[in-house]
Each structure stands twice: as C-alpha cells, then as structure tokens.
C-alpha cells in the first residue's frame, strides 16, 4: 500500500495498474445498482481524482459508501488505470474504501452554485469551493513569489510594528489599542482618559503603513521591505477597501524615483509569471469561471512594458477622453477609479504609472519637485483596479522636510527620529506600496476585496 | 564609471586596477597629514570597503574629507587594489570623493561600544551597527527559509485576522480594538458599553493565535501554515516576552502527532542550515561577539537527530536530577524555563521533544489521549531557549470535543464553525506554532527579545 497524494498522480508517472492508496474529501458521488462514482478531492490538488468502484468488489459496504454524504473523509485504495485518452487521464478501481470521518446530508456546500455573498457567512467551509480553492492558493503563491524577487534580489524583511504610537501619515482614521476597561474608563483630574493606565502609558493605535519604520532600516541595509497587516478604520463599504489588508512596502537607498519604478514593474511581472507558473489549473478555473479576460490580462502584464506619464499629461488625456466621467477631471483632482482605471484600460491598454503628482493630496515625505507644485510619487495604475501601487521617492533634504511637516500641521517632536534620518547621513532613497489584496484580486479576476481574503474585516463584520 | 556593491565585491571576480564606484556610509575614518582611511558600508554587505585616499590625488578636498562625521554618506570612485594576502582582500584608492548627505560630530554611534539598553532607545540607528545588522539580517533570512521550506512542501500560506472577535483559547490577556470615543464612551440603558456603536458592532481583540482559523483551511488545502503577528496584553517584565510578536502555525490534515513531530524537525533544521549558507559573516561576527557556542550549536541542530521522550519520563529525569530548581518538580507541573533548559542543555545536550503532556495545562484542541489523563502534545525544547515549538494532534472527535469546551467553560456557540469542520468531514490533523522571535533568538545567540524586534513593544513601550 502506497500512500499517494492526487498532486503526484497527476504530475508524476505511475504504472497502469499499480496500486495507491489516497485519502481526500468526497465532492461528488453517484451510484447505480452495480457500480458508483466518486470525485474526491484531497487538497494536494485542484483537481479531483476520479474513483470508481462497484458491487462485485465490495458486497457488503457498496450500497454504504453509496450514501456517504457530500465531504466525508475517506481512504480509497485501489488499482489506478490510465486513461491517457479520455479528459481525466486516469482513474482508480477502488478495492477498498474506508470511511474517516463522517458528514452529513445538511452539508452547507451542495452541488449546486452559491453566492458569494453566502459563501462569506461560510468562511471556515468556502476554501473547498473550487473558486476559493483557487483564490487562496493563488493568494499564497502571490506571497511567496513576492519574498523570493525580494530576497533573491538581496531586499532585507523588516517586520515593522503593528501597534503603534504615532499617527504616521497623520491619517485620523484608525483603530485604538487599549486595555484598559472600557466600562470604567480612568480619568485624569482635568476629565480627560488617563493613558498613564494603559498597557502602553500612552495612547496607541493599529498601524497604517510600516513605511516610515522601514526606512530606518532602508539606511542601514540598503534594500528592505515590509509585509505584514495594516488596518483603516474606514467606515467604507466598497468592494475595494477591507479594515484589515496586508501591505507590501519595499524600500531602497540610493535609488531615486525611477529607480523604484522599475523594481516595482519588475517585481509585479515576477509575480505574475511564478502565478502562471505554479497554478495553472487555478488560473484556467477562474479564467473560465470568473473573469474571461484574466489570462489575457496577466499575459499582457508580463509582456508589455508598463507605459509612463505624468500626471499633468494624465489630465490632458482625460480633459480630452470622449467619456462621461462621474467626477469631473481638472488638474489637482486625486484621481478616481473611474479615471484610472480609464487610463490604464482604453488609453493605454495596460499599465501605467503616472508621476508627478500635486502635493496637496500626496504625503508629506514625498520629495517636492522643483516646480514647487508636484512631488516625486508614481502610482501604477491598471486595467480592472485602479491603483496597485503606489510610490515615492522620499524627501530627503532635513530642511524641506521640516516645512512640509509644518504644512501638514505635524508635530516635529514626534518626527525627530524620522528627521534623524536625514540628519546622520541621508540620502536619495525610494520605495514603493502594494496593496496585496488588490494585488491578488489583479490575478484572480474576483471583483469584491472580500472575496481575496480568508475572514475579511469590514465596518460591522469581525466574524470567525 | 561602473556603480558596484559591496557585495559584490566581496563574492564575485574583480580585476586588479579596476575602477569601481561605491556608495555607502562612513564607519570609521582616520587620517594622517597625507593620507586617509575611510571603512565605508553600503547596506549591500556584512563588511566594510577599506578606502585609502591621499593628499596627493585631491588637494583641495583632502583636509575636508578628514573631517567627515562618521555616517556621512559618500560615494567613493577609485582603482580596486587587490591584496589577497591581507586579511582584507581588496581595497578602493580612492581618486574621487563626494558627500552625498551630511552627518553630525553628534551622531549617538561613536565607535566605543554602546549597551543593548541604550540601543534599544536609538531603534532606528541601530542596524547601523554590527550587532544588529546582523541580527536583523539573519531575521529576515530565517523568514524566507521558513516561506520556502513550507512552500516547497506544498503549505499554503494564509493571512488569518489580525482583529477577532473570539478569544481563542480562552487567553483572558487581550488587546481590545475600539473606534469608541474612550473620553466618552457609549452606554446602553442598563450603563455597558454600547458596543453596537463600535466599528464592528461587537467587542474585538488582537488575535493571540491563528490557529483556530488556520485549521479550517487544513481541512480543504491540506498543508497550511500562518505566519504574522499575534499579541499578548501580559504585564510581563522578562527577557523573553513581547506584547507583539510573530508566529508561524503549520497545520496539516491526515497527519498525526508524530507527522507533525517530524515536518517541525526538518524545517527547523532547513532553517537553520539557510541561515548558515547565507549569512556567513553575521553568525560568525555572532559567535566571536555574542555568544561563543552559537556556532556550535546551530551546528549540533542541524546534523544530530533531536531526542524524543513523554512528558511522564521527563518528570523521572528531572526528578532524579542532581539540581536545585527553583519550582520543585512533580508530574503535572507546566515546565519552567529552567527545566526546559536543563532537559536539552544538561540531559540531551541537543533539542528534544517532549510528548504526551497533562491534560490540565494544555489548550482545549489538542486531541485526548486514552489514558484519560493526558494529551497528543509535543514541545520542543532547546538549549538556551526552553520551549521552541508547540504542537499537538487536534481532537477530531467532535463528542469529544464538545465535552472539552464544556470542561474549559466555553461557549460551544461561539465554536460552532469550529466544530463544524468535525462535522463534516473531520479527519486526523495535527500543527505546531513556533515563536518567530524565539526562532531569531535562537539562531543569533541573542539573550533578550526587545533585541531582535525592530521596533519592541513591551509594557509601557511602543516608540517609534
């Protein structure tokens, strides 16, 4: 008895006949009176392995396996038989089945389609779909590819803090951190909370970006990056935007902008091609079952090179395109998805960076340009999304950067470390931001933000 | 001009009297009235580049150049001069030197040695030294190797929630996650907390452990794993807890303990041998620095079999040991530290595993022995450390496990979903977590936790 997974027994050659044993989960069954078929899945795979077994080789338990209810666990061994013609390239003649752990008749994933919306309240059941089985082994190759490009390209994982207490790019909306009790909150003399009682002795928050942490880092071992959760405490109900979504945030000394943007158009072809490369049977499902454009779409990702504008000549495209868009486009309009996604959709039929930003509505530590209207930040801009990333290069020059943080109506104290930077030894450095959800709807062709991550968080929703 | 790394220096084949072009910090600097010695780093690489530069080439500059702080960046173009019979293989002669940013006579890193406490103030400046350049190098290089390790053994990674609205096991220690105004918080009419008016309509916390969650995608990927930060809101003073910390969970359907005992092995051992391959010069620098066996030992993990007893025979070893323990031995006492130690440092002298634990001390899931008294769990235990790794077989038997949440005064509601995953199709499964922090503790001789996290947090300190 040789314990096989359905990974192996399709991708590796075995003997007409040979005897293997799999285990797996039943995803369909049917019998007739003589013989029965069975689908079983057992993880290893996207595929299921087709089983066959009849009355004559198993008298007594056939007509029981025959009513084993939808994902009981079982153990099949059996003799394979290859059937290199026909569409499923073999079979086994099962001579023996055991059950390892029952179901039952009210098991929530029948055959017949379900919603996504449904599939959400079944967060723990929907990865046995075949579309979220594919998502979220998509999802984990996407990680993956992304720490090797990284790694093999000498970039340094920084796990920057999660809780913390600065406010970072002076964004309000975020989630608190305390401990302390709620019901009874402790108040200094003058009424206000005593956060001399917290765990921290200070009032403290989820971080939204790890990005002014890394830098740090970026100016001792030169090429690093961020991967890890951040969270905005929006109170927005979009298919876009999740409370809680992980970030991918790479940071360089001695690169300027266009130093970044190529790293970054670099990487996400990587990613593309290793997702291409190591699900193929996922990507084919969703290509046929959820978006009809998404080979196309990543093939053209991987051969096209990325096409780059500024962002003034963005504007002049989109003062020009014949298209109504819902927010008018003038010069200094933070771009919409509408807009972007026209961009990188009709004009340009692939992605694009835009550069060059306005600073009014770019972060304070993006280097000002000498027009003293835009700062050095780049946005890739693609077909389907939107923005999937965005980046910068950073204000380098201690002296501007302490006029921005006035402009910005932030507090120098809390940046001295940050301004420490630039005072021991700074230098031109870039880094850029994915936003790994979107990065994943992007190669998975799934259109709601909660259809990518395994117990998605939103305004209401902490379910699991 | 030819831009280079140090790096690549240091690894790939260079001409004599070649001209190179470096960018980098100034370590040290000292100078003669005709000539000059810079160390300079770039990031790229654990060493320094030696720079001679002489009067002679540059004049004017010359006496400038002598004054550089230490951590000015320059860029440095000069001839490489090899000198394979020196203890430094090559340096630079310089005949150009350009301040690229400025540094201070103030800069807090002058080269007498500075105490880890101290560092630990200057969070941001200290991977600019040798210690912790190291140490944040062999942290990232251990993260990769454990992403890869798993990936090649087909574990799907899977982000579970940061934010929960369960507390896992029971833990009481949690981070609570509020958008409430805590100056004034929102009470019902019977005077609780209103938490309809929080952003989840429901009390939320910071996950203590992925584990839960992991699981159900165990039960439709087969192999998975989660790797990122849990929380503990413990007012814990000790060199070897954080309140932010990472853990990676593997999680495997159709395995038992002894499954899960044997993966934990070969990925420690993975892990510690890619560290060795690829990060040379940091342990070694380590070895001569920080701890004297740390090379001994990493290779002692990497080439012995670990040693495996019950938790039963451990008590009879500790028991007959010839040592004062602070907290005196009997069968059902949860191991301290210093029993831990003495098992793999003073017994095995090498890592262990001890299996088959009380069922009193050890969490709800993990799967009940027959002897009614103890549990499928198996620690890790390794010299320096203590515990390592925890795993266990998870109970699979849903009567079983019902009874155990009833034991553990759960709310079996609050598990439903859980012990769903029993219910339809359930099947022998088994995990084990390991403390990422522990993991880089262990791999750089490090004594204290806050000294191999970027940016610690600890009670009362969440800087940066």
Chains 1, 2 share one sequence.
Do not use: C
């Not at 979107?438 to 929703?461: E, S």
């Amino acid at each position: 008895m040789v314990k096989v997974l359905a990974k192996d027994l399709f991708t590796k050659e075995y003997k007409d006949g040979e005897e293997v044993t799999i285990e797996g989960w039943i995803r369909t069954l049917r019998g007739s009176k003589k013989i029965g078929f069975i689908e079983v899945n057992d993880g290893s795979f996207f595929k299921n392995v087709q089983v066959v077994f009849a009355k004559a080789d198993m008298e007594d338990e056939f007509d029981e396996i025959k009513k084993f209810p939808i994902s009981t666990t079982i153990e099949i061994t059996g003799a394979l038989a290859l059937t290199p013609d026909a569409q499923q390239p073999f079979e086994i003649h099962a001579a023996k089945i055991t059950e390892l752990g029952s179901s039952d008749v009210d098991y929530p994933l029948q055959k017949k389609a379900h919603s996504y919306e449904y599939l959400r309240t079944i967060a723990h059941l929907r990865p046995r779909t075949n579309t979220f089985y594919s998502v979220f082994k998509i999802r984990s190759i996407a990680a993956f590819a992304v720490h090797e490009y990284l790694q093999h390209h000498d970039f340094s994982y920084i796990q920057t803090p999660i809780i913390t207490s600065s406010d970072a790019e002076g964004a309000g909306e975020m989630f608190q951190v305390t401990t302390l009790d709620l019901d009874n909150v402790p108040k200094t003399d003058d009424g206000k909370v005593d956060y001399k009682e917290d765990f921290f002795k200070k009032e403290t928050n989820l971080t939204v970006s790890g990005q002014l942490e890394v830098e740090a880092f970026a100016l001792s071992l030169r090429n690093v990056y961020t991967f890890g959760p951040t969270f905005r405490a929006e109170n927005s109900h979009t298919g876009r935007h999740a409370s809680e979504f992980w970030m991918i945030e790479p940071e360089m000394a001695f690169a300027d902008m266009q130093d970044e943007i190529d790293v970054s158009e670099e990487l996400l072809k990587y990613v593309v091609q290793y997702v291409f490369d190591h699900a193929k049977e996922e990507v084919q499902f969703l290509n046929d079952n959820v978006d009809e454009n998404l080979i196309v779409r990543l093939q053209n990702t991987v051969s096209e090179k990325f096409a780059q504008i500024t962002y003034t000549k963005a504007i002049e495209l989109l003062e020009d395109a014949d298209e109504d868009f819902e927010v008018p486009v003038k010069w200094g309009l933070d771009l919409e998805a509408e807009h972007e996604r026209y961009l990188s959709e009709k004009v340009f039929k692939k992605p694009v960076f835009l550069t060059d930003y306005p600073k009014d509505f770019k972060a304070f530590y993006m280097r000002a340009n000498d027009d003293g209207k835009t700062v050095a930040a780049a946005d890739l801009l693609v077909p389907e999304i939107g923005e999937l990333i965005g980046g910068s290069q950073r204000e380098e020059r201690i002296d501007v950067l302490e006029e921005k943080l006035k402009d910005f109506d932030l507090n120098p104290e809390e940046y001295k470390w940050y301004l420490e930077l630039r005072k021991y030894g700074g230098t031109v450095h870039s880094g850029f931001g994915i936003g790994f959800e979107r990065l994943v709807m992007y190669l998975t062709g799934m259109k709601n933000i909660r259809d990518v991550i395994a117990y998605p968080r939103t305004p209401g929703n902490a379910e699991f």
